[in-house]
T-cell receptor, first 113, second 115 residues
Framework: GENVEQHPSTLSVQEGDSAVIKCTYSDSASNYFPWYKQELGKGPQLIIDIRSNVGEKKDQRIAVTLNKTAKHFSLHITETQPEDSAVYFCAASFTGGGNKLTFGTGTQLKVEL | GAGVSQTPSNKVTEKGKYVELRCDPISGHTALYWYRQSLGQGPEFLIYFQGTGAADDSGLPNDRFFAVRPEGSVSTLKIQRTERGDSAVYLC???WGTGATGELFFGEGSRLTVL
């Protein structure tokens, strides 16, 4: 089955700096790569996703890149703000197989003033 | 409601007891997923439904776990003879379909504590 590894497990940045979280996946059949943000006591919320036919996608301060050959994908947050502080999860799935997401272990992002 | 609703939000039970966790998905969503999230970990897939049928239950850890969705909307996750290792947050998610958009909408979870 799919295995997703995520690094780093914790990340502390100063407000206004950029944050980068990296993930690798194992199953070459995976074609959908979402990123979720989870705040304390809440369920995960989708912030951005990318499909395997695209190498990069951007939405305001958030961007995701995908390298299918290397099986790597990354989340980039620019101009970080205190409200960006949360746990971020990457995930991978094959949409033709029921879209069961396999999640990484999460990155605790702290944006300091 | 507008989002995925899960009840109870917290459940404390004793080892060996039976528990039921309920999920009310977003109206019109045909796919429904159950995940389990242990402390400091990412959610782990348990089972998903397409309509009323369980399309994939490969993530259920053993036969003490069972889930139903009899009318294609509300789902119940049932755990028999609970063990301390079952303590976790159980998350439910729904989506329009298993491949159409891919976006899963999660509820806030049911935190299960087995004493």
């Amino acid at each position: 089955g799919e295995n997703v590894e995520q690094h780093p497990s914790t990340l502390s940045v100063q407000e206004g700096d950029s944050a980068v979280i990296k993930c690798t996946y194992s199953d070459s059949a995976s074609n959908y790569f979402p990123w979720y943000k989870q705040e304390l006591g809440k369920g995960p919320q989708l912030i951005i996703d990318i499909r395997s036919n695209v190498g990069e996608k951007k939405d305001q301060r958030i961007a995701v890149t995908l390298n299918k050959t290397a099986k790597h994908f990354s989340l980039h947050i620019t101009e970080t703000q205190p409200e960006d502080s949360a746990v971020y999860f990457c995930a991978a799935s094959f949409t033709g197989g029921g879209n069961k997401l396999t999640f990484g272990t999460g990155t605790q992002l702290k944006v300091e003033l | 409601g507008a989002g995925v609703s899960q009840t109870p939000s917290n459940k404390v039970t004793e080892k060996g007891k039976y528990v039921e966790l309920r999920c009310d998905p977003i109206s019109g969503h045909t796919a429904l997923y159950w995940y389990r999230q242990s402390l400091g970990q990412g959610p782990e897939f348990l089972i998903y439904f397409q309509g009323t049928g369980a399309a994939d239950d490969s993530g259920l850890p053993n036969d003490r776990f069972f889930a139903v969705r009899p009318e294609g909307s509300v789902s119940t996750l049932k755990i028999q003879r609970t063990e301390r290792g079952d303590s976790a947050v159980y998350l439910c998610a729904s989506s329009w379909g298993t491949g159409a958009t891919g976006e899963l909408f999660f509820g806030e979870g049911s935190r299960l504590t087995v004493l």
